[in-house]
């Protein structure tokens, strides 16, 4: 059935009822009523800067500042600037029109000369915000037109307010809180002097409190890269985080199309510690700071870096407290991803030698961001390094033309082996390198996930730990060794050892070996130990966490002492099979506590 109209209109609001919804609910921290009011103030300065630059005001400018002055036994704060002021019926239009701004009308007004530069207000609300802690807000306010009137504005939270003539003798405006009972914490000048720190140190005029500039107004990031030297981007950093090391190096963003953002990245030195603290990148918005919580603008494993980013055009909500879901995001998202992979590519062509040195410090960076970002891989697998057990670094690339004549196994399969301790697994290192085979050192938290996102990205190759087999079933070639023994003589090896290795999780081969290799060799399969691996680096215990390690016990078919079991009777056979299987433990740091002890006893009497 076909619907009628019988009516059309529009919603009402009752202001009684919308303003208590806005002074409660719309911030979700009382202490931004100041950074609310400074910004207002900083603005109002701005605007009539640039007013006198388009020669709209001939007046004196005079010294501008913003101050901020507490009255304990008043129980005041007042937030003071020499900027426009207002005239009464500019307070009906911006102040009393709730959601109506001023600021937004100014950028509109005068965009074509660049009036929107650093404007900071925006949604028409943040005066409002002094309601969450004072219970009367009184604005004294003088214009700087010619002739204008002072005027009084005073008004309890309620929908009432009231406007009268007033005393001042100077251009701008005095806005008073007088601050409410619930809200005595705020009358604090340790308290008032942190919040202003926290908002205000970069605002772009000077903002005085008790006598003294709290902030500084041209920080490192609104100026031109050309302009500066070293030492200015250290200094810099030293004033972001005073009790850190100096910083690797730094990326000092700019752009303006088709986003404005400006900002300082710094590459903190990370080592292997994983935990390093985040949150170590500032967001501001016109050099008003907003959060440092970034991590829906900085992809994850850039959060790693240290420094500040400044963008008008990250949409922030009313209370800019957090983001909205925005395409934007997603550019610069992709923006900073990029000038960052820019930049360590330009190191790494420049100084290579420099690189190689700091990449111990940047490569749990560089790895992270290859793991996480296909955009950063496609540009890091040219600069990330390879370190060998010789302690000579090769690009992806380089690693492969240096590998592929030896390591290449029988189906063509490329084979990259490494050590995760050098120390700890030296007998296969030594093996391996007896076969001319290079082993890389890739010994950090990160390098179980890199390994696997290697494998996925590089063409018909695999990576191995040089344990996860014996050296010649690492890298499957077409020669094959001889066994001396018959398969029967093999079959009754195996039993043997199953006898005295009788454990869960282990298994047993008997399999041709160079005479000169060891006896037994142990070694772990590939894929079970990643699995583990994995499961400890992300903290997940559950489903490995119980499980018995899992190990190969290969036995050296073609090994002398093989060869001698055959001829012992059954005691002795025993007795020698658990002897070399225990140096084999022992090999790999596995002998312990009771077995150990045995071990010794009966080496020592041997002996
Ligand atoms: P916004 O700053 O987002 O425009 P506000 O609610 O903070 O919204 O302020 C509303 C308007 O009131 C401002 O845009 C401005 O026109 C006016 N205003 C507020 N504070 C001052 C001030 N200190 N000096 C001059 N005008 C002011
Ligand atoms: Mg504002």
């Keep these: 059935m076909e619907s009628v109209v019988q009516e059309k209109g529009n919603l009402s609001i009752h202001t009684e009822n919308i303003f208590p919804i806005i002074k409660k609910f719309l911030y979700s921290d009382h ?24 020669g709209e005001f001939g007046g004196e400018l005079g010294e501008l500042k913003v101050s901020v002055k507490l009255d304990e036994t008043a129980k005041t704060i007042t937030v003071s600037d020499r900027g426009i002021g207002m005239t009464a019926d500019e307070i009906k239009k911006y102040i009393n029109q709730i959601a109506f701004s001023g600021a937004e ?8 000369k660049g009036g929107d530069k650093g404007i900071i207000g925006h949604f028409g609300l943040g005066f409002y915000s002094a309601y969450m802690v004072a219970e009367k807000v009184e604005i004294v306010t003088r214009s700087y037109q010619e002739g204008a009137e002072p005027v009084r504005w005073i008004c309890d939270g309620s929908t009432e307010f009231e406007i009268t003539t007033a005393e001042k003798a100077e251009r701008g405006s005095d806005i008073i809180l007088h601050i409410a009972p619930d809200s005595e914490e705020f009358l604090s000048a340790s308290r008032l002097r942190g919040i202003l720190e926290k908002y205000g140190k970069f605002l772009p005029v000077e903002i005085e409190f008790e006598d003294k500039i709290i902030n500084n107004p041209n920080p490192i990031w609104t100026k031109n890269p050309a302009d500066l030297k070293d030492e200015d981007y250290l200094a810099f950093y030293k004033e972001l985080h005073p009790f850190s090391e100096d910083p690797l190096f730094w990326i000092h963003l700019n752009v303006d199309y088709p986003f404005n953002l400006t900002g300082v990245l710094y590459f903190p030195k990370l080592k292997n510690d994983f935990q390093v603290q985040r949150e170590k990148i500032q967001l501001y918005s016109r050099q008003v700071f907003i959060t440092d919580e970034v991590k829906d603008i900085v992809p994850d494993f850039l959060q790693l870096l240290h420094g500040v980013i400044d963008s008008p055009d990250i949409p922030l909500n009313v209370s800019r407290s957090y983001l909205q879901a925005d395409g934007n995001v997603k550019k ?36 992270y961001g ?15 390094l390879l370190k060998n057990t010789e302690g000579k670094y090769f690009t992806f690339e380089e690693y492969r033309e240096a590998t592929q004549a030896t390591q290449t196994d029988k189906d063509g399969n490329l084979v990259w082996l490494y050590t995760t301790d050098t120390q700890k697994q030296d007998g296969f290192v030594q093996s391996a390198r007896k076969r001319s085979y290079d082993i890389l050192v890739l010994d950090s938290v990160i390098d179980s996930h890199f390994i696997g996102t290697l494998e996925q990205k590089l063409e018909k190759t695999t990576v191995k730990r040089v344990d996860a087999d014996t050296v010649d079933k690492l890298i499957e070639k077409d020669v094959k060794l001889e066994s001396v023994l018959s398969k029967d003589d093999e079959e009754k090896v195996k039993k043997l050892f199953e006898a005295v290795v009788a454990g869960a999780g282990t298994s047993v081969v008997v399999e041709p070996m160079p005479a000169d290799e060891l006896p037994v060799v142990i070694t772990f399969p590939e894929f079970m130990r990643r699995m583990t691996d994995m499961q400890a680096t ?3 215990r559950s489903m490995f966490g119980n499980m018995p390690l899992m190990y190969t016990v290969s036995v050296n078919a073609n090994h002398p002492l093989t060869s001698k079991l055959a001829s012992l009777d059954d005691d002795a056979q025993k007795a020698l099979a658990k002897q070399i299987y225990d140096l084999a433990l022992l090999s790999q740091g596995m002998l312990n506590g009771q077995d150990l002890t045995q071990f010794i006893q009966r080496t020592v009497e041997v002996l």
């Excluded at 009308?105 to 074509?112: L, S, T």
């Excluded at 923006?335 to 420049?350: G, M, Q, W």
């Excluded at 290859?370 to 890091?380: G, V, W």
Aim: with cysteine.
């Design 538 to 540: 992300s903290g997940q």
């Design 370 to 384: 290859i793991i996480s970002e296909d955009k950063f891989y496609d540009k890091a697998k040219d600069f990330c």
């Design 105 to 112: 009308e100014f950028v509109e007004k005068y965009k074509d």
């Design 31 to 54: 202490e931004i009523f100041l950074r609310e009011l400074v910004s207002n103030a900083v603005d109002a300065t701005q605007k009539l800067k640039q007013l006198a630059s388009y």
């Design 332 to 367: 610069i998202n992709g923006y900073i991803t990029r000038k960052v992979a820019d930049k360590l590519s330009e190191i790494f062509r420049n100084d290579r030698e420099g690189f190689e040195k700091k990449f111990d410090d940047i490569g749990l960076f560089v790895k």
